[in-house]
């Protein structure tokens, strides 16, 4: 394990000659909030390493270095995001595994299936859920974050020969780098976050309700460093905020609650409780649009070009387009296909 600024100097040297780099990383999600990079797993040419981003290193040295090369990585989108929101590191070129593998139409693409099936090797899959955040980790877990970066490179090498064949490596390049570019980008509102899943039944009193449990919770799972959903799960939240517009709520109170926390997420509903209707939040209802016959025909045209490209390919037809993308195509093409990659609006246009 690298955890001192004195072999993380010592190391330096490995990464910027390396012929190649393969990249992973582990969070601790499911053990803490705010989320974090308890580890970096790298390889190399010449070894398999563990770097210890929660050590007292200045990890910039590190990230410059990697920055510079092609990475290898498997399933890179949550890891990209966690770097870069984290670390603020944008890599210059990633090779994705698996974006590869959903290229050349294969139906199971995690990691343990493609090691299996091209490499014959069986990985464990019994430290995913770790804590990862833990020191020292025990073993077990050395071995399968070791394992997590120490097959991508063959592996790579199969699927990179197997796209060449098929005329698809220049797809995966765009898609990789379209990965990269949106690992930057914030899909979701921040003012509206707390629009959690059953929220779009609730009135708009309810939904001021809502609002202040979701900032109270917010504020608990912080301080008991827990992730939300430990503290108050989304079905309890929604079915408070509507009982409470009728004042009878504590009764859904999670039985297990302290008074500390029984007292602070009662505060919480009579904040909600006490807005004004002016500041109640808005219903959000889906914006309904007349379908013309035109749009119809297009839509048709277009899923029935997707899926013959799609069969023909003999890949999975939402890995040209989704449905929802279709019939934004529908729509307007014009307007919306630019955002398609290269090759995906080379095979659904006319």
């Known amino acids: 394990m690298i955890d001192t600024e004195e072999k993380l100097l010592a190391y330096l040297p ?30 190399t040419d010449t070894s398999d390493r563990l770097v210890d981003p929660l050590a007292r290193m200045k990890l910039a040295p590190l990230l410059e270095a990697l920055g510079g090369h092609e990475l290898i990585m498997h399933g890179a989108d949550y890891d990209l995001r966690l770097l870069r929101k984290h670390h603020d590191f944008v890599p210059r070129a990633i090779f994705d595994t698996m974006l590869a593998a959903r290229l050349l139409g294969l139906k199971q693409f995690g990691l343990g299936h493609l090691v299996e099936i091209y490499l014959g090797v069986k990985l464990e899959k019994g430290a995913q859920k770790a804590n990862w ?3 020292p980790l025990t073993e077990r877990m050395e071995k399968y974050a070791r394992n997590d970066t120490h097959y991508l490179k063959p592996l790579s090498d199969r699927l990179k020969e197997q796209l060449a064949g098929a005329g698809r490596l220049d797809w995966q390049r765009e898609w990789s ?23 779009h039944l609730l009135s708009r009193p309810a939904l001021a309700i809502l609002r202040e449990i979701w900032n109270w919770r917010e504020s608990e799972a912080i301080r008991a460093n827990r992730p939300p959903f430990f503290i108050l799960s989304h079905e309890t939240a929604v079915a408070i905020s509507a009982a409470a517009v009728a004042n009878e709520y504590t009764h859904l109170f999670p039985k297990h609650f302290s008074d500390r926390r029984r007292a602070a997420l009662q505060d919480a509903v009579q904040r909600g409780m006490q807005r004004p209707p002016e500041q109640h939040p808005k219903l959000l209802r889906p914006k309904s649009r007349r379908i013309g016959e035109a749009e119809r025909r297009r839509f048709a045209e277009l899923e029935k070009r997707r899926n013959t490209a799609a069969q023909r390919l003999g890949i999975d037809p939402t890995v040209i387009a989704s449905r929802a993308t279709l019939s934004e195509l529908a729509q307007n093409w014009e307007k919306f296909s630019p955002g398609l990659m290269v090759w995906q609006r080379g095979l659904l246009q006319p």
């Open 133 to 135: 955040a833990m020191r």
């Open 14 to 43: 490995v990464v910027k000659t390396a012929k190649w780099l393969a990249v992973d990383t582990e969070a601790d999600s499911l053990h803490a909030y705010p989320e974090k990079v308890c580890l970096i797993q790298i390889s």
């Open 177 to 199: 780098a379209r990965l990269i570019q949106d690992s930057g980008e914030n899909h979701q509102d921040e003012a509206e976050v707390w629009r959690i899943k059953g929220s």
